[in-house]
């Protein structure tokens, strides 16, 4: 199975500051149709998760500008160009390159300093 | 607009069994695969099952092959989770999602309890 690790775990921040969260993969996800399914989702206190962003770097329907994906191979970063307080939440990774199964990371806890 | 609602949640006893139901609305339902992915009280997230748009392929979790089955009834845009022999570790919330070349769009999740 890969295995997903993401750091930090907990990532206080400063309203208006940039924020960065990355994801290593214990093998590459790099499939061999050429895409890469690394994708990224947050959860609010007290919601269902959504994506935020899909294999690396697109970014869903509504999803802010300010959120961004980017990596290659086993290394990924999602970044908040000047976090918000509705950012405040759990972020996660997940491949979907090599499954079953389906794998997530532990998942990186954003709070306002 | 997409809607996934899940239902069926419950307080269990451990070795019971359950059955979460997912309807579905505002897509095309057949023509995507669908997932179940759980979350333990204050844990992470955790995928436990898949199945394509026509039913041909179902795949799970080891932690409940054999145990849980994932089903689906395109007539009536549902997808459906029986669990059986149900043990205190699949106590967790149980999302549905539906998968657009990846898993997307999440339901509001059901709460299942497994306890004496």
């Known amino acids: 199975d890969v295995v997903m690790t993401q750091s930090p775990l907990s990532l206080p921040v400063t309203l208006g500051q940039p924020a960065s969260i990355s994801c290593r993969s214990s093998?590459?996800?790099?499939?061999?149709?050429?895409?890469?399914?690394l994708h990224w989702f947050q959860q609010r206190p007290g919601q269902s998760p959504r994506r935020l962003i899909y294999?690396?770097?697109n970014r869903d329907s509504g999803v802010p500008d300010r959120f961004s994906g980017s990596g290659s191979g086993t290394d990924f970063t999602l970044k908040i160009s000047r976090v918000e307080a509705e950012d405040v939440g759990v972020y996660y990774c997940?491949?979907?390159?090599?499954?079953?199964?389906?794998?997530f990371g532990q998942g990186t806890k954003l709070e306002i300093k | 607009e997409v809607q996934l609602v899940e239902s069926g949640g419950g307080v269990v006893q451990p070795g019971g069994s359950l059955t979460l139901s997912c309807a579905a609305s505002?897509?095309?339902?057949?023509?995507?695969?669908m997932h179940w992915v759980r979350q333990g009280p204050g844990k992470g997230l955790a995928w436990v099952s898949r199945?394509?748009?026509?039913?041909?392929?179902?795949t799970y979790a080891d932690s409940v092959k054999g145990r849980f089955t994932i089903s689906r009834d395109n007539a009536k845009n549902t997808v459906y989770l029986e669990m059986n022999s149900l043990r205190g570790e699949d106590t967790a919330v149980y999302y549905c999602?539906?998968?657009?070349?990846?898993?997307?769009?999440w339901g509001q999740g059901t709460l299942v309890t497994v306890s004496s």
């Open positions: 999602l539906r998968d657009s070349g990846s898993p997307e769009i």
């Open positions: 505002g897509f095309t339902f057949s023509r995507h695969p």
């Open positions: 199945i394509d748009g026509d039913s041909t392929s179902a």
């Open positions: 093998q590459s996800l790099a499939h061999s149709n050429g895409d890469t399914y």
């Open positions: 294999k690396v770097s």
């Open positions: 997940m491949q979907s390159t090599h499954w079953p199964p389906y794998t």
